[in-house]
């Protein structure tokens, strides 16, 4: 089974974001953490069953960083949880997708993840994961 698991959005600056976005859910984040391997730290919001991640670089190098620059906060990818990433990681390779991570890393929120890159996926970022037990 497929699911959206989280929408990732890529910003400028978290703090302003999480000040904004607290009013507007009128909750605060469940969750900041630093990735170190991917040079990011986030935030989670749970609105309903979807999670909405925020991801600030801190380093000018880094895909997150170099992504704002071009364009801007907002969306940067959709994320789909799976109960067997390596499986997936497998079949899609089998159906022509380009996999960004084999085999899959350590992400965010106690997660396995991947990426499609956009160029075999009509040009939008999609990230699996898979809930680390």
Do not use: W
């Amino acid at each position: 089974m497929i699911r959206v698991e989280h929408i990732g959005i890529a910003v400028k600056d978290l703090k302003k974001v999480n000040d904004l976005y607290s009013r507007l859910f009128n909750q605060s984040p469940y969750k900041e953490e630093r990735v170190a391997s991917e040079a990011v730290n986030t935030s989670f919001f749970q609105i309903g069953e979807t999670k909405i991640e925020f991801l600030e670089s801190d380093q000018p190098d880094s895909a997150i960083s170099k992504y704002v620059d071009k364009n801007r906060s907002g969306i940067h990818h959709i994320a789909f949880e799976v109960a067997d990433i390596q499986l997936e990681i497998d079949r899609l390779k089998g159906e022509g997708f380009v996999i960004i991570y084999n085999p899959a890393k350590l992400g965010a929120d106690n997660k396995l993840i991947t990426f499609l890159h956009p160029k075999s996926t009509n040009g939008v970022l999609i990230e699996l994961c898979q809930e680390l037990k």
